[in-house]
């Protein structure tokens, strides 16, 4: 009698003890199933993938499209770098991680990217959604059909932080499509991803992937995620040799555990990936502006060459907010402006380079390039200084059509000579020089008088071509990687 008494006490005490043993298991390991995949950035051939189609939680790797559509808007107009934002109470609320924001503080546009980036916090991603959409639903929808332009079939979006929502899936491979998209449709955006530290206007921030950035070597990004429906995601991208190698992780059990098993992915695409590939850019989807915009057609010559003679969707706010283009101003058909041979211009770029390290911050280094930038304006102003007025430099008026002079106005952001290119990071100074040496000599056509620059990072030496215009940049690009050469353009700071 005493024992059957006790039975249904036994029972109790075991059916307590399962309880709490299915609550002290980490749910995400029954939630989120593992899945890989490893692409050659150049080609976007798949080297490796598991479960690469399983439709899973992406955590903060959303961040990731989040980013993707605020580039595509700086670039079109929609709102700019230094635009103040104003923090909604529904932004502040999100919970960790965040940057901290407070409801009614505003703060530049700059500052939420690279907290989004970095941090990976979920109120400045909000934040940057509500800016340029109006509200984080309209923003998700216009993520989902950006997804759909990038061929991300798998994908739904519901929100712009990645926290866990039903519905708002995606897969290993459409995470590796969008991170080779990032590096190839927005290159002067892509060194957000390697910052280790970078400061978010209220703060400082560290990478959340720091750890493997420092000591995977050639790693430079890209995002981390986590929620516990998602476990430990990640897409990471590492360069070596002018290989790139883009693998993404879902469902990894703990950081160390994520970062090794990335870590053992990348080293599996660089034995695989050949060392030599044709070159073969993924499509950049054409501009649709703002959801519910107007179609227009683009003409040509304007801010998107690319797309002219088609008919897209511009955003009326871009329109009536930002000139793309600047304006001629009243008279300016009779307004006197210098001109200069492209020769003088030439020689005192050339004169104005500087051959010593650039170290510090990545904000250090900016402002670094961007007094750089100043020296090389002082020196082409220099070039064309009226007074003492050389034999070859006379007056004319805006119509001048003179084949062998080139007219200076100004030195803009968008045409002057305030852009590089990239060749690659090198493990030292020394490399880094000598790369940029045999670069120049293999491609004078469209290098000759920039400026040759070294950038000293946490994880290397930034081998750099600066003083060019956007458009030279571009085409020594393309001519470089026809080669084989690893290369991404630099923009103005």
């Not at 909000?126 to 340029?132: C, K, M, R, V």
């Not at 020769?343 to 050339?350: C, H, M, N, S, V």
Request: aromatic share 6%; proline share 5%.
């Amino acid at each position: 009698m005493k024992t059957r008494g006790r039975q249904p006490i036994r029972w109790g005490l075991v059916a307590f003890a399962t309880f709490w043993m299915l609550v002290i298991v980490p749910l995400s390991a029954a939630a989120a199933p593992y899945a890989g995949l490893v692409m050659d950035a150049r080609n976007g051939k798949v080297l490796y993938a598991r479960n690469a189609d399983t439709r899973l939680h992406p955590a903060s790797l959303t961040k990731m499209m989040t980013l993707y559509v605020v580039f595509e808007a700086v670039e079109n107009g929609e709102i700019s770098l230094d635009d103040k934002v104003r923090i909604s109470k529904f932004a502040a609320s999100e919970p960790p991680s965040k940057l901290g924001l407070r409801a009614g503080q505003t703060i530049a546009l700059r500052y939420l990217i690279r907290a989004a980036a970095v941090k990976s916090a979920n109120d400045a991603a909000t934040a940057l959604a509500e800016a340029i959409e109006g509200s984080e639903a309209q923003f998700a929808r216009r993520m989902n059909r950006t997804a759909k332009a990038l061929g991300m079939t798998r994908t739904t979006f519901k929100n712009a932080h990645g926290l866990t929502e039903s519905g708002h899936l995606s897969t290993a491979r459409d995470m590796t499509i969008l991170g080779r998209h990032l590096f190839y449709d927005y290159p002067d955006y892509y060194n957000l991803f390697s910052r280790i530290t970078t400061h978010a206007g209220v703060r400082s921030v560290s990478h959340t992937n720091r750890r493997l950035l420092q000591s995977y070597s050639g790693a430079d990004g890209i995002k981390t995620g986590y929620t516990r429906a998602a476990g430990f995601n990640l897409t990471a991208s590492a360069e070596r040799g002018g290989e790139r190698i883009i693998a993404t992780v879902f469902g990894g059990n703990s950081t160390t555990s994520r970062n090794a098993k990335v870590a053992e992915l990348l080293d599996l695409g660089f034995s695989k990936a050949p060392s030599r590939v044709a070159l073969a850019r993924p499509a950049r989807p054409s501009y649709l502006g703002k959801m519910g915009s107007q179609p227009v057609m683009i003409a040509a010559g304007g801010a998107r060459p690319e797309l002219a003679g088609k008919t897209v969707r511009l955003a009326a706010a871009a329109a009536v907010r930002k000139s793309l283009r600047p304006r001629p101003r009243p008279g300016a058909e009779t307004t006197p402006v210098l001109i200069a041979d492209s020769g003088d211009i030439e020689r005192a770029l050339l004169a104005a380079q500087d051959s010593t390290v650039e170290t510090g911050t990545p904000d250090e280094t900016a402002t670094q390039t961007a007094q750089g930038s100043t020296a090389i304006a002082e020196a082409i102003n220099a070039a064309i200084r009226p007074e003492p007025r050389p034999k070859d430099i006379t007056l004319a008026s805006a119509e001048a059509t003179d084949p062998v002079a080139e007219v200076v106005t100004r030195v803009s952001t968008s045409g002057g000579r305030h852009w590089g290119v990239n060749v690659g990071r090198f493990p030292s100074e020394y490399k880094a020089r000598q790369v940029l040496l045999q670069t120049a000599l293999s491609e004078m056509a469209t290098l000759d008088g920039s400026l040759r620059k070294v950038v000293k990072r946490p994880t290397g030496f930034d081998a750099n071509f600066m003083g060019m215009t956007r458009d030279s940049a571009d085409l020594a690009c393309r001519r470089l990687q026809a080669k084989q050469v690893t290369c991404f353009m630099i923009g103005p700071s």
